[in-house]
């Protein structure tokens, strides 16, 4: 894929369910390689927006494109083979509670290739030792803690090699240590794997540490009113709404 073509772009979307607005005119792209942030309030509309660019929403209105190819403008057997090109963590994590970390890991490879169970077995325990995992194969989610089910489920999410990797709210519910150790982890995928990250967040010390470029949604204008470097944002806010949401104290979440 030719370097000038964005791994993601949106043109034009309508965020909608019937006549009820949740976000319009959203044109923006991201560039191969980044980790890109998708940020505003409670209600904004950020998990919705992420719905729509793995494809699991049909955009009311415009496009949004991965690798340059319109995922709606294809039948539903090319967009899939299209998406699993991309890895998910969802806010929850989704892990099957009835299947230990290695076949939870397992699950997509499974599914998705004709691999032999000794070759799927080695790349769990590899996808697992780069998420800081290695040796709890055998453990079931209930077994090991919140910040180590993300870890598990981001283990899953690169078990295909993704091109794209996307989260939502990675950082929800994770203590301040383990929000930081998930933080760090994303870092060294993204240098060590060259994947493309979007994330959904709130929290603004992850926001500071990972993200290259932020998206703001605001709920007001039902709109995005700021796109970059978040710090770049912060020193020169383009509006009231945007400074105050990048400069609240950690109290006000």
Sequence with gaps: MPSDVPAISV???????????VMKDLTFDVESGEIFVIMGGSGSGKSTLLKHMIGLLRPSAGTVRLNGQDLWAMDEEERSAMLRETGILYQEDALW???????????????HTQLTQSDIDRIVSLKLALVGLRGFESFYPHEISGGMQKRAALARAIALDPDVLFFDEPTSGLDPISSRRLDDLVLQLRD??????????????????IADRALYLDITTKTMTALGPPKELRRNPPNERVYHFLTRSLDDE
């Design 11 to 21: 043109e034009d979307l309508l965020l909608a369910f019937g006549s009820f607005v």
């Design 97 to 111: 509670s009835t299947m230990t970390l290695a076949e939870n890991v397992g699950l997509p490879l499974r599914e």
């Design 192 to 209: 060590s794997l060259d994947t493309t990250i979007v994330v959904v967040s709130h929290d603004l010390e992850s926001i500071f540490t």
